[in-house]
């Protein structure tokens, strides 16, 4: 099982540019980085995912260097909104053993006027 | 849409008693999940189904079980509740064709005396 290391919090002003690292060292050939969302009182919500390289939505982008042991989240122009937990999740995706869909503990960002 | 509903959202239980929690997506999803969140913890898997009739055990299974009779909905059950239950449960469900996407409910806070 690919285990992830992420800060436990990080702080932020509106407007900056927030990137939070999760460490995966131990990913397999197979697997994909997926990131989610968490506000209090609701269940995570998917926001991005990729297998290598730059991935980028309309909300987040993701960057995986070539060796994938790791992955940066990064967040555009935070606003007070994006106070959350952030998880990352490495598994496989397509078939495999869905028991391998193991969270981290998150990184809890905390945005400030 | 309704997505991923769970039933019910909050609990009190003594210790002993028996519960059921419902989960009921309406996504024709072939996985679903039942998570529980703790705090400092993050998401453990306690059961998974990777389709109609077929459970199996994930992180933290012991004091639960499941059941998937119907594709739709996938059942959490306590048979004799303990304190150390006391949590939040998370259902989630996803594809096949993209198993790095779940989707989850609001949650079911329980707490047991």
């Known amino acids: 099982l690919a285990k992830t290391t992420q800060p436990i919090s990080m702080d932020s002003y509106e407007g900056q540019e927030v990137n939070i690292t999760c460490s995966h060292n131990n990913i397999a050939t197979n697997d994909y980085i997926t990131w989610y969302q968490q506000f209090p009182s609701q269940g995570p919500r998917f926001i991005i995912q990729?297998?290598?390289t730059k991935v980028t939505n309309e909300v987040a982008s993701l960057f995986i260097p070539a060796d994938r042991k790791s992955s940066t989240l990064s967040l555009p122009r935070v606003s007070l909104s994006d106070t959350a937990v952030y998880y990352c999740?490495?598994?496989?995706?397509?078939?495999?053993?869905?028991?391998?869909?193991?969270f981290g503990k998150g990184t809890k960002l905390s945005v400030k006027p | 849409n309704a997505g991923v509903t769970q039933t019910p959202k909050f609990r009190v239980l003594k210790t002993g008693q028996s519960m059921t929690l419902l989960c009921a997506q309406d996504m024709n999803h072939e996985y679903m999940y039942w998570y529980r969140q703790d705090p400092g913890m993050g998401l453990r898997l306690i059961h998974y189904s990777v389709g109609e009739g077929t459970t199996a055990k994930g992180e933290v299974p012991d004091g639960y079980n499941v059941s998937r009779l119907k594709k739709q909905n996938f059942l959490l059950g306590l048979e004799s509740a303990a304190p150390s239950q006391t949590s939040v449960y998370f259902c989630?469900?996803?594809?096949?064709?993209?198993?790095?996407?779940?989707?989850f409910g609001e949650g079911s806070r329980l707490t047991v005396l």
């Open positions: 999740l490495v598994g496989p995706i397509y078939g495999g053993s869905q028991g391998n869909l193991i």
């Open positions: 990729g297998y290598k």
């Open positions: 989630a469900s996803n594809r096949p064709s993209n198993t790095g996407e779940l989707f």
